[in-house]
């Protein structure tokens, strides 16, 4: 399996712009997860689905923000309009069965927000 | 969901055992304590996991004291590749992970 896949590794991008983020989770996995991590706040929790629906978005932080997974092969994270403060990498992690085999997580996406 | 506490960061010679300390004492009867760790710009990796029997895989070894309060993480012979900062997390109900400060381990040459 290629693992736990994001896209795009790197973007840059003008404040006040959309951006979407793309994440490919392990065929097989129920559960995806969004996290974002910046040197101040470290590793946050964003939100997470289980069985393509969202559980948990308490740690979104504003409306700003949103997550989609249409189907089980596939999430999106959107920023509209970015911010400079949005700038972090975001990590996309899928499990299944979490308490026996723990997460897996893709390499991320750097956002910059310039 | 149970606190961890762990020290910022820690030296090891390479070659050397590291034994990464971790303390959970408000853990309950059901919480898992997981490792994780990030090599620098990388997506955290799962390392190992218990809840109060003794743990190894061919990574690492886990001890879980009996009275579950702590653990240690240890790394039989670090490496170089082995710097990096080391999550000690305690999972309850549900799914997710809560990521502390972790310990930021160095491997010195």
């Known amino acids: 399996d290629a693992g736990v896949i994001q896209s795009p590794r790197h973007e840059v991008t003008e404040m006040g712009q959309e951006v979407t983020l793309r994440c490919k989770p392990i065929s097989g996995h129920n559960s995806l997860f969004w996290y974002r991590q910046t040197m101040m706040r470290g590793l946050e929790l964003l939100i997470y689905f289980n069985n393509n629906v969202p559980i948990d978005d308490s740690g979104m932080p504003e409306d700003r923000f949103s997550a989609k997974m249409p189907n089980a092969s596939f999430s999106t994270l959107k920023i509209q309009p970015s911010e400079p403060r949005d700038s972090a990498v975001y990590f996309c992690?899928?499990?299944?069965?979490?308490?026996?085999?723990?997460?897996?997580f893709g390499s991320g996406t750097r956002l910059t927000v310039v | 969901d149970a606190k961890t506490t762990q020290p910022p960061s820690m030296d090891c010679a390479e070659g050397r055992a590291a034994n990464l300390p971790c303390n959970h004492s408000t853990i309950s009867g059901n919480e898992y304590v997981y490792w994780y760790r990030q090599i620098h710009s990388q997506g955290p990796q799962y390392i190992i996991h218990?809840?109060?029997n003794n743990e190894t895989n061919e990574m690492a070894s886990l001890i879980i004291t009996e009275d579950r309060k702590s653990s240690t993480l240890i790394l039989p012979h670090a490496t170089l590749r082995d710097t990096a900062v080391y999550y000690c997390i305690v999972l309850y109900t549900g799914n997710q992970f809560y990521f502390g400060t972790g310990t930021s381990l160095t491997v010195i040459p």
């Open positions: 218990g809840l109060k």
């Open positions: 992690a899928s499990s299944f069965r979490t308490k026996d085999y723990g997460y897996t």
